[in-house]
């Protein structure tokens, strides 16, 4: 049986809150999602949440409430899942790449300030693998420019930078809630922030721009005020992202002591590059990547996928899609990130990989990497 880079950690207190959410009056727009919302948002140290159907519509309604236009430009990174560029180009601006950092893999602040143009109007910045951004010093650039600042914290809840857990310093921050995520609720996603009309926004957006007063002329009347989509989550989601969040903190205990034996067991393999952690910061520890040095990055995966290890390569540099070939990024080139790219595997880490599977993960990538 292959064990995989990543799955869900699913137990009994998790069936039994959607057993229970499936016995109430509400499956869908009901008060589970609000106490899910709250949860996260208290757990982040953030004023507003907002969940809704899937991290990429977290990511679209937060690119909708900063206010992207044709014609605007959003600085993000390329080693990156394709919805943290594709948000961009939903509500017509251009997503523009900005090179890593080669330790960290993160965004470079310093090309972001070398991308900036008059058109630019927002910074996405990704914190990969549950390593979180350089955020002071991006934020320091996107205030200079007064540009907004969205984080891409998919992999990277429960993460913290300087002593804060991520999603309590940009203006807005993401996160989903797929089974291989930190927490899950089969899919799903969230934009937290501590600005109140971005939240209403937000709101508004992901339940198709209708809202409801019924000071305006009964408890009937509705009307729609602004173009949205149906991005709701269901109770039923939500019942199930209550429970796991109760769990978030021994999930990244599990992780992190995971990533410190594989530290401890690739420390002398010259062919392997391992995780760098940034200064101050604690990983979620979504991923683990290494680099591998000595060039023969598919052999190696190849031989890996047929010892029955299903790792993976994260990511593909976004504007390599034939999708952004064909318009308009063929002369698009991040030196760092595709050199990351080219080396770079996802090895097994998530909370239920036993001691056992790990030593047999750590012993066929070492042979592997010779």
Known sequence: ??????????????????????????????????????????????????????????????????????????????????????????CGGKPVFADVRPDTYNIDP?????KITEKTKAVIAVDLAGQPCDLDAIRKVTDEHRLILIEDAA????AVYK???????????????????????????????????????????????????????????????????NYRITDIQCALGCSQMKKLDSFLAKRKELAAYYDQAFADCENIIQPYQLEDTQSGWHLYMIQVKNGNRKEVFDKLRADGIGVNVHYIPVYRHPYYQAH???????????????????????????????????????????
């Open 155 to 158: 992999h990277a809840l429960g």
């Open 163 to 229: 002593g804060k857990r991520v999603g309590a310093v940009a203006d807005m921050t993401t996160f989903s809630f797929h089974p291989v995520k930190p927490v899950t609720t089969g899919e799903g996603g969230m934009v937290v922030t501590n600005d109140e009309k971005l939240w209403q926004k937000i709101k508004l957006f992901r339940s198709h721009g209708i809202t409801r007063d019924d000071n305006l002329a009964g408890g009937w009347y509705y009307e729609q005020i602004a173009l949205g989509y």
């Open 110 to 114: 310093d090309d972001i300030r070398r």
């Open 328 to 370: 308009g990024y063929q002369q698009v080139h991040c030196p760092n990130a595709e050199t990351i790219y080219e080396r770079i595997i996802s090895l097994p880490l998530y909370p239920g990989l036993s001691k056992e599977q790990q030593e047999y993960v750590i012993g066929c990538v070492k042979k592997a990497v010779g």
């Open 1 to 90: 049986m292959m064990i995989p880079y990543s799955t869900q950690s699913i137990d009994e207190d998790d069936i039994q809150a959607v057993t229970e959410a499936l016995r109430s009056a509400y499956l869908t727009t009901g008060p589970r999602i609000e106490q899910f919302e709250q949860t996260v948002a208290d757990y982040a140290g953030v004023s507003y949440a907002a969940a809704v159907s899937n991290g990429t519509a977290a990511l679209h309604a937060a690119c909708y409430a900063a206010g992207i236009q044709p014609g605007d430009e959003v600085i993000t990174s390329p080693l990156t899942f394709a919805a943290s560029a594709n948000c961009v180009l939903y």
